[in-house]
């Protein structure tokens, strides 16, 4: 076991597209999403010592260390015994992984630490098992199962959260329709323009509940066309909203414009796939 800190990134989780294609008896909701990892995320510093948790960060106010915190309880079910910080950068409630990167990320530094998986990681968050390798994938099931893709190609994109935090359930609740066909075949995309006709014959089928919750996310989206993305949608159940460009000046300009508008914005990438373990 390493003496040393050890540091994990939580890249944040987007859903390029979202069908919600039945409800299981006990409540939960059948998906077929694909889903990518942009660069931007939280941080979790990891150290040997008792359990505990510590959270700083541009968004750690929002968020108490207490015992329903994801992280703690991923660490509870793999049986470890460690110091736990998480650096907040992402806004909380807002439907790009959260607390499910974040306990993702603690999962995979406990393995570095020589703790074993605990089994059912969509008990902990449907997007835990998506998380952990934070590589694009289709996710079907409730969240466990979890195909991995070929990569995908380069985007530019810019991220933007207008302030609004969203309850998943209270979102899933406003859906009025939740027998959605699958996703179309995903073939391998070449470029990014192809990605994004495939995503026009495609949905986030909890978007038109969430702007109902929140109208603020049609204007996060008409800012995001208006600024030149080929393609805006919201990601999750929201509110954060994500737009694909064709350069990474063009994204960069798009993200400044929104800040100025109050709205938490940022131009990024697609991460690079993390290793488990
Ligand atoms: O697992 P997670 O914490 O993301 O889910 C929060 C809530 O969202 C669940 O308690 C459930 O009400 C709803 N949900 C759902 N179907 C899913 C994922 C989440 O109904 N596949």
């Not at 075949?185 to 978007?207: H, M, Q, S, V, Y």
């Not at 008409?222 to 994204?251: E, H, K, P, Y």
Request: hydrophobic content about 45%; aromatic content about 4%.
């Amino acid at each position: 076991m390493p003496m040393t800190s050890l540091v994990e990134p939580a890249p944040a989780k987007l859903n390029l597209a979202l069908h919600v294609t039945g409800r299981r008896a006990d409540g939960y909701h059948l998906l077929d999403s694909l889903v990518c990892f942009a660069s931007v995320g939280d941080e979790l510093h990891l150290s040997p010592g008792p359990l505990s948790l510590s959270i700083d960060g541009p968004f750690g106010e929002g968020l108490a260390p207490d015992d329903d915190n994801l992280c703690l309880r991923a660490a509870r079910l793999s049986g470890a015994e460690a110091a736990i910080r998480l650096t907040k950068n992402l806004p909380v409630a807002s439907g790009i992984g959260g607390g499910s990167a974040d306990a993702a990320a603690v999962l995979r530094g406990l393995l570095r630490m020589g703790y074993e998986l605990p089994p059912d990681l969509q008990r902990l968050g449907a997007d835990v098992p998506v998380c952990l390798a934070s590589a694009s994938a289709r996710m079907q099931g409730i969240g466990e199962h979890v195909t991995p893709l070929p990569a995908l190609p380069v985007l530019h994109l810019v991220l933007a959260n207008p302030a609004v935090a969203l309850s998943t359930p209270q979102v899933f609740a406003m859906m009025e329709q939740r027998e959605n066909p699958p996703l179309p075949k995903i073939p391998d995309f070449g470029t990014a323009g192809e990605l994004i006709r495939w995503l026009r014959g495609t949905r986030n089928d909890l978007e038109e509940p969430a702007r109902r919750l929140a109208p603020v996310i049609g204007e996060v989206l008409a800012a995001l066309d208006a600024t030149g993305a080929g393609f805006a949608r919201m990601s999750g159940s929201g509110a954060t909203c994500f737009g694909i460009f064709d350069s990474v000046g063009r994204a960069a300009e798009s993200a400044g414009i929104l800040a100025r508008q109050g709205w938490w914005a940022v131009a990024t990438e697609l991460a690079q796939p993390l290793v488990p373990g």
